[in-house]
């Protein structure tokens, strides 16, 4: 009975959030997104990101073949790409990509590198470009940096905000139904992170929650503090908090201090919620999980499903991006269409996955009932480190040799990428 009802609860958990949405976002006018022309000239995008994170790759990956799918793009398997950066795909975009309706601009790629002063610098060299030359149709801006810095009144270039963690909170959006501007768009997932706390609580059910984040204000909005700190309020647990470093060029520092804090936290808590940061990154992560495993400290993934196969024990989120890309795709084909940016709707809440690594399991001695071995739609029986050391690797051997690798030299293409009708 117990048992019954555990998973019961997680269900109920998952979908009440799911489908408790404000009625305004879910009654948002819906475009055609069918290609067309810019009167017979091509639709000129550029893109704009704080700095190299893994999520931005991924996603502008998915949101590419998604525009494949909508026929925007003439179907074609991207190469393989370096590290956790977009140049390298925006190279290819600009001069190799076909299409008949877009353009990606060979020099409308912008990234801030995570410094402060660089990120002013760009912000405001895009709206300057934005308002005076007027050769961009649309502005991608990847992340709350980008968000924060397009959306406002200095332009009115319609704007699209990817992979900002929480749009409403880093103050990108006016609301979850409205972006307050009139080209501005933020997808958001307004209960994600809450859904991600009352599963993990549920499940392990833990007294004093260990939070590793960077303290400033974007980071707290990036990591979602106030949803944690509400949680906690209603779920009775404690949180033990350890400020990293962040927002800076070097993930090496950043990773350093995200380790650092790990040390410190499994000394005082019975459950780390590893959160979204550049220090938590792919040379990192072996050295978190094996920390948090010898302190036999359960771990859950804010990221996702990637990190819960490279060795941390859960997360509740996307298999894949694919879902995420196509919906991105459609909010640009129908901006394209005569869409006003915030006339579209801005909730697309990710279809639940929960994921679980049975190495990391046995190890911290967790043993996981069957019901949630039931439910679980990602099952790991070990920690990938053939997939860890490939990626360590191949950005060590990419970066020292500064070439770009083909598909048939590359070990690493996974031809599931290649969109499907």
């Not at 002063?117 to 005076?132: S, V």
């Not at 992340?143 to 319609?158: E, F, M, S, V, Y």
């Not at 915030?342 to 046995?362: G, S």
């Amino acid at each position: 009975m117990e048992k019954s009802s555990k998973i019961l609860f997680i269900f109920v958990i998952i979908y009440y959030f799911m489908i408790n949405i404000p009625v305004s976002a879910a009654e948002k006018k819906f475009f055609n997104i069918a290609p067309k022309t810019n009167n017979a000239e091509k639709w000129r995008i550029g893109l704009y990101e704080g700095g190299e994170y893994i999520d931005y790759q991924k996603i502008f990956i998915e949101t590419i073949y998604g525009l494949m799918k909508l026929g925007w793009i003439e179907k074609a398997i991207i190469p393989p790409q370096r590290g956790e950066q977009t140049k390298e795909i925006w190279d290819w975009l600009s001069k190799e990509a076909k299409s008949n309706y877009i353009r990606f601009v060979a020099d409308a790629h912008y990234n801030a590198g995570w410094d402060k002063e660089l990120r002013k610098k760009t912000a405001k060299k895009i709206i300057d470009r934005l308002n005076q030359k007027k050769d961009i149709d649309l502005m991608i801006a990847m992340g709350t940096w980008a968000g924060q810095d397009l959306a406002n009144n200095k332009h009115c270039t319609p704007t699209v905000v990817h992979s900002a963690s929480d749009a409403f909170e880093a103050g990108i959006i006016k609301s979850v139904e409205d972006s307050g501007y009139d080209h501005v768009h933020a997808r958001v997932d307004p209960f994600r992170y809450e859904r991600q706390l009352f599963v993990f609580h549920n499940i392990v059910g833990f007294k004093r929650l260990g939070v590793a984040y960077n303290d400033s204000v974007a980071c707290r909005s990036i990591t979602a503090i106030k949803i944690i700190e509400k949680v906690a309020k209603e779920r009775g647990f404690e949180i033990v908090r350890c400020y990293t470093i962040d927002d800076i060029p070097d993930k090496k520092i950043a990773g350093d201090s995200v380790k650092k804090c790990f040390k410190e936290l499994v000394k005082n808590v019975d459950a780390l919620y590893v959160t979204l940061q550049n220090g938590v990154n792919v040379n990192s992560i072996p050295d978190l999980v094996k920390i948090a495993n010898s302190a036999r400290i359960p771990t859950f993934s804010q990221s996702g499903s990637e990190e819960v196969k490279q060795g941390f024990l859960l997360s509740i989120s996307q298999a894949d991006y694919s879902y995420l890309g196509h919906f991105n795709a459609e909010i640009i084909a129908q901006i394209f269409n005569g869409a006003k940016p915030n006339e579209l709707n801005q909730v697309f809440e990710e279809p639940p996955k929960i994921a679980i690594n049975l190495e990391t399991a046995a190890t911290i001695g967790f043993n996981p009932p069957n019901d949630i071995l039931d439910i679980a739609d990602e099952i790991y029986p070990e920690i990938d480190r053939l997939v860890l050391y490939k990626k360590i690797m191949y950005n060590k051997v990419s970066n020292i040799y500064n070439r770009e690798t083909t598909l048939a030299d590359s070990k690493f293409f996974d031809a599931s990428w290649l969109p499907t009708d």
